[in-house]
């Protein structure tokens, strides 16, 4: 009973934390927008007679309304786009970096150095996550030229998140910005899976986002028995 309990218990606690991050996304992202696109809004309201501030407004309000669009449908992906469907991180990777490719001149590129190993769903998922809010922070906000994602199946998981933008200021790569979530949300899912996640930043070089995940802990184990009937196959 004891077990059972506990195994209950640690299911709530996911849905609890899956709840917070998507509260902690809405609020960075999508409803700002909103917000914004109201006040784009109200001024035009305040001067209905000027036709030329009202265009300009209506012009503005079109640009908020996409971008509101994109991030809202970015949202709906990293739950859609669930790395459980499939065991293949690369796979999903791709397509987050193709979506990447649609908003800008961006070029994207993606290695693999190793075989894929079966890793749990939870696990899978957490790093997918954590790789996705760095390549989409990268889209948004770097201005590079280039980013490139590299995924290793070494004795531990490794993914890094490059680009060659702008930077970043380095104390907020460390602790995040104030009244914004997503790199705290980073940090914690990498708590989570027991990985040490780093981020660092220069004008020059842009920014690299590098998370390791022991091996023991991302990896699943052959089955025992599943791999005594292969041999003797």
């Not at 930043?201 to 599943?226: D, H, M, Q, W, Y």
Request: charged share 25%.
């Amino acid at each position: 009973m004891l077990q059972i309990a506990a195994g209950i218990n640690a299911r709530f606690d996911e849905r609890l934390n899956e709840r917070t991050r998507l509260a902690r996304e809405l609020h960075d992202t999508f409803l700002q927008t909103i917000q914004g696109s109201k006040m784009v809004a109200d001024d035009a309201l305040d001067n209905p007679n000027d036709p030329v501030r009202m265009h300009r407004a209506l012009e503005r309000l079109s640009g908020w309304l996409a971008q509101a669009s994109e991030e809202g449908r970015a949202a709906l992906s990293s739950l859609r786009t669930s790395t459980t469907q499939r065991n293949d991180l690369a796979e999903a990777f791709q397509r987050a970096g193709e979506e990447c490719l649609l908003n800008g001149s961006m070029t994207f590129g993606l290695s693999v150095e190793g075989t894929a190993k079966d890793m749990h769903p939870i696990i899978r998922d957490e790093v997918y996550r954590i790789g996705y809010e760095a390549i989409r922070n990268a889209c948004a906000h770097s201005d590079a030229s280039r980013l490139d994602v590299e995924l290793s199946y070494a004795p531990d998981l490794g993914l890094r998140v490059r680009d060659n933008g702008k930077g970043i200021n380095p104390i907020i790569a460390a602790t995040g910005k104030e009244g914004h979530f997503g790199l705290k949300g980073m940090q914690e899912r990498a708590t989570r899976v027991r990985g040490h996640l780093t981020i660092t930043s220069a004008g020059k070089t842009g920014t690299k986002v590098e998370l390791i995940v022991p091996g023991k802990i991302a990896f699943r184990e052959p089955n025992p028995i599943r791999r005594a009937r292969i041999r003797q196959g």
